[in-house]
């Protein structure tokens, strides 16, 4: 019992973590993207 | 092949130019103190999550969240998981970090001296940076002992690795401030992501896991399963972990200034609610290289268990794995590092420094002041990381140093927000309260003649004796504030 629950614990984590951090990722890079462009704009 | 080769030093190498060069290059946007302490207040969603999931998984995380799970199976993740809960119900109510995020401060004592007054506000960024630097002041060691004990270097180099990390760190924090952290926090995200996921499949695909679970038994019986277990993990350390948890979610500055680095308190809610689950991952995962540890070294006999984890990976993961997983590491110390150095410089400046500057120095003055104070941090931690011996588990020493500033601010922030008749009677007497119990702990262990005393005490009924009797001394110390001082 205990062995089946930390295994599909482990899984279900890993599974997550992988797809969040592609999502992460490229959204992020927009946010950065956006960030530097208003700051450069602010300090022209 | 396993181990490290040249060509995981070149990926080592070639990760970490690229860092460092990010870093430099948008230090050119940085124009005056709220751009370099919290990037303009300009950080949306997905980039305020990635910076805040990179800032919190450092080397030491790593390491200390591999030592739990090698000492007491996965009961060791509990921390993660009252973490996880604590930021997920901050975050879904927006309990404290809407009214904090509101304000527009930079600092929480700041905030505080709204409510509580200039005293106040100063003594509190002394106890935040008092817990903070001690907090931070083994993370260097122990990415020392991290790097060497992975790439196989001689301990006599471990001084040498020490100095160089904090170098490199303190040139691109130095530079760009917040802004080259949060770009730096990106790329170790992605980074640490690849390498943790990929080392874990490795492990698991590689050893059974009924062997590993078989081993867990043989060393720790029921107890590696459930932390509700008779003579495992123990409840008085599970009360710990939640005060600790929600405590660090409401006040930890490294936290903290991603809310208020936040374009508006909304967005503040969302990064809190969108990282919580990274916080189950930073423990479960390591938890588990820990767990892989205690089996593959099941047979010999390690020296310290703090190191199970690394001298695992130097000998099972396979070149060109490591050399990823070491410059995620790596780029997570880096990160960590900036991160905690940028927070305590903010405060000393913003708060302990205030009654000299006023807010009326120019930016430049204010600019050369930070990037000062980020080189005293700098040579502290060098100092502290080489002089302080680490006794215990590194968990436990990194909660009973946040302790000393968790327990107070936990207890003034919540009364700020939520008391009226709190005032700074009692914000004065939770701050030394506070402060006092955790630190007596950590000297009596450290004097000889007195360790038995600590070790009766234990680690985790002195915090969870610190969080109440600072509840006490906020409640009765605004209470006792005559009338005529309180008009």
Same mark, same amino acid.
């Given at each position: 019992?205990?062995? +089946?629950? &930390?295994?599909? *614990?482990?899984?279900?984590? +890993?599974? &997550?973590?992988? *797809?969040?951090?592609?999502?992460?990722?490229?959204?992020? *890079?927009?946010?950065?993207?956006?960030?530097?462009?208003?700051?450069?704009?602010?300090?022209? | 092949?396993?181990?490290?080769?040249?060509?995981?030093?070149?990926?080592?190498?070639?990760?970490?130019?690229?860092?460092?060069?990010?870093?430099?290059?948008?230090?050119?946007?940085?124009?005056?103190?709220?751009?370099?302490?919290?990037?303009?207040?300009?950080?949306?969603?997905?980039?305020?999550?990635?910076?805040?999931?990179?800032?919190?998984?450092?080397?030491?995380?790593?390491?200390?969240?591999?030592?739990?799970?090698?000492?007491?199976?996965?009961?060791?993740?509990?921390?993660?998981?009252?973490?996880?809960?604590?930021?997920?119900?901050?975050?879904?109510?927006?309990?404290?970090?809407?009214?904090?995020?509101?304000?527009?401060?930079?600092?929480?004592?700041?905030?505080?001296?709204?409510?509580?007054?200039?005293?106040?506000?100063?003594?509190?960024?002394?106890?935040?940076?008092?817990?903070?630097?001690?907090?931070?002041?083994?993370?260097?060691?122990?990415?020392?002992?991290?790097?060497?004990?992975?790439?196989?270097?001689?301990?006599?180099?471990?001084?040498?690795?020490?100095?160089?990390?904090?170098?490199?760190?303190?040139?691109?924090?130095?530079?760009?401030?917040?802004?080259?952290?949060?770009?730096?926090?990106?790329?170790?995200?992605?980074?640490?992501?690849?390498?943790?996921?990929?080392?874990?499949?490795?492990?698991?695909?590689?050893?059974?896991?009924?062997?590993?679970?078989?081993?867990?038994?043989?060393?720790?019986?029921?107890?590696?399963?459930?932390?509700?277990?008779?003579?495992?993990?123990?409840?008085?350390?599970?009360?710990?972990?939640?005060?600790?948890?929600?405590?660090?979610?409401?006040?930890?500055?490294?936290?903290?200034?991603?809310?208020?680095?936040?374009?508006?308190?909304?967005?503040?809610?969302?990064?809190?609610?969108?990282?919580?689950?990274?916080?189950?991952?930073?423990?479960?995962?390591?938890?588990?290289?820990?767990?892989?540890?205690?089996?593959?070294?099941?047979?010999?006999?390690?020296?310290?268990?703090?190191?199970?984890?690394?001298?695992?990976?130097?000998?099972?993961?396979?070149?060109?794995?490591?050399?990823?997983?070491?410059?995620?590491?790596?780029?997570?110390?880096?990160?960590?590092?900036?991160?905690?150095?940028?927070?305590?410089?903010?405060?000393?400046?913003?708060?302990?420094?205030?009654?000299?500057?006023?807010?009326?120095?120019?930016?430049?003055?204010?600019?050369?002041?930070?990037?000062?104070?980020?080189?005293?941090?700098?040579?502290?931690?060098?100092?502290?990381?080489?002089?302080?011996?680490?006794?215990?588990?590194?968990?436990?020493?990194?909660?009973?140093?946040?302790?000393?500033?968790?327990?107070?601010?936990?207890?003034?922030?919540?009364?700020?927000?939520?008391?009226?008749?709190?005032?700074?009677?009692?914000?004065?007497?939770?701050?030394?309260?506070?402060?006092?119990?955790?630190?007596?702990?950590?000297?009596?262990?450290?004097?000889?003649?007195?360790?038995?005393?600590?070790?009766?005490?234990?680690?985790?009924?002195?915090?969870?004796?610190?969080?109440?009797?600072?509840?006490?001394?906020?409640?009765?110390?605004?209470?006792?504030?005559?009338?005529?001082?309180?008009?």
């Amino acid at each position: 019992m205990n062995n +089946l629950f &930390w295994i599909i *614990f482990l899984v279900a984590i +890993l599974v &997550w973590y992988a *797809f969040v951090t592609v999502k992460v990722a490229f959204r992020g *890079f927009g946010n950065i993207k956006a960030m530097l462009e208003v700051m450069a704009d602010e300090n022209k | 092949m396993v181990g490290f080769a040249t060509i995981d030093g070149i990926i080592v190498i070639a990760y970490t130019a690229a860092a460092v060069g990010l870093g430099l290059w948008v230090r050119k946007f940085i124009k005056g103190v709220d751009d370099f302490l919290v990037a303009g207040r300009r950080v949306d969603l997905y980039l305020g999550i990635a910076s805040l999931a990179a800032t919190e998984f450092g080397i030491v995380t790593c390491m200390a969240n591999a030592q739990l799970g090698y000492n007491y199976g996965f009961a060791g993740i509990t921390p993660g998981i009252a973490l996880f809960l604590a930021m997920y119900l901050v975050g879904a109510t927006g309990l404290c970090i809407k009214p904090l995020r509101d304000q527009g401060v930079v600092t929480l004592p700041e905030f505080f001296e709204k409510k509580f007054g200039q005293k106040v506000r100063w003594a509190a960024g002394v106890v935040i940076v008092l817990g903070g630097l001690l907090n931070m002041g083994v993370f260097l060691r122990m990415g020392g002992d991290f790097l060497t004990t992975v790439i196989g270097f001689d301990e006599k180099y471990l001084e040498v690795v020490m100095t160089v990390v904090l170098l490199i760190v303190a040139l691109y924090t130095l530079l760009g401030g917040m802004i080259s952290v949060l770009v730096t926090d990106y790329l170790q995200f992605i980074f640490m992501s690849l390498g943790l996921i990929a080392v874990t499949t490795y492990f698991l695909l590689t050893y059974g896991w009924n062997d590993v679970t078989d081993s867990l038994v043989a060393a720790h019986g029921d107890s590696a399963f459930n932390p509700f277990s008779a003579g495992g993990y123990g409840l008085e350390r599970m009360l710990f972990d939640a005060l600790i948890a929600l405590a660090t979610i409401l006040t930890w500055q490294t936290i903290i200034s991603r809310v208020l680095s936040a374009k508006d308190s909304e967005t503040g809610k969302k990064i809190y609610k969108g990282t919580a689950p990274f916080f189950l991952v930073r423990f479960a995962l390591p938890a588990f290289l820990g767990v892989i540890a205690l089996h593959y070294f099941s047979d010999t006999t390690i020296s310290s268990d703090i190191l199970a984890m690394p001298k695992l990976l130097a000998v099972a993961v396979p070149t060109g794995l490591i050399g990823l997983l070491v410059a995620a590491m790596l780029a997570a110390d880096m990160s960590t590092n900036s991160s905690y150095m940028i927070a305590w410089s903010s405060v000393i400046y913003n708060d302990i420094l205030y009654p000299w500057h006023k807010g009326q120095w120019s930016n430049k003055k204010g600019l050369r002041v930070n990037r000062f104070l980020i080189v005293f941090i700098g040579l502290f931690l060098l100092l502290y990381g080489l002089w302080y011996p680490l006794q215990g588990d590194l968990w436990v020493y990194l909660q009973v140093t946040g302790t000393i500033y968790l327990a107070s601010m936990s207890t003034l922030l919540v009364a700020a927000c939520y008391w009226q008749k709190a005032n700074n009677w009692g914000a004065i007497a939770a701050i030394a309260i506070g402060a006092i119990v955790p630190l007596v702990y950590l000297i009596l262990q450290q004097i000889e003649s007195t360790t038995h005393i600590a070790e009766a005490i234990g680690p985790f009924w002195a915090g969870n004796l610190a969080f109440l009797c600072t509840g006490l001394a906020m409640y009765l110390g605004s209470l006792i504030k005559p009338k005529t001082a309180l008009s």
